[in-house]
């Protein structure tokens, strides 16, 4: 029969490939988020400059289709971008719900770990009483004997 430690590590060693699996897709939305956020900056930054671009060529004087195309692409834009950033808030929030499922898991394995190691020390300690009492029944013996 395996002893008690053992029992409680072989759950927190499940805990702990659950933990890091956990931890792994966290880091890969992460990374998705910080690229979804990179693109969004991009469009945004690519608005600017195409303003800027439009400003200066009709500085001198645009024409009324020009000016209706202009409008009609920056409509588009504005609604990508808008798009865009309502998925970047929804993603946004499953990362953080992805961020306290590890954070519980991690916790859970901790505290497994804690009370792991309380019963090793216990076992430890419960194995060196009976190691004293073995060896002081044995003295005795030799004591009795000698006697």
Known sequence: MKKKSQRIKAIVDI???QEKKAL????AAQRKLMTMQAQVDGLITYRQEYRNRFNQLGAGGSSISNLLEFR????????AIVEQEMTLVEYQAEVLMKRAL??????????????CDSALS???????????????????RLVSRLL
Request: cysteine-free; proline content about 0%.
């Open 15 to 17: 805990k702990e490939m």
């Open 24 to 27: 792994e897709v966290l880091g």
């Open 72 to 79: 009609a692409f920056m409509d588009k834009l504005d609604k």
């Open 102 to 115: 590890w954070q519980d898991l991690h916790h859970r394995t901790q505290s497994l770990q804690k009370v």
């Open 122 to 140: 216990e076992e430890l300690k419960s194995e060196y009483k009976q190691e004293q009492l073995a060896q002081d029944e044995h003295s005795s």
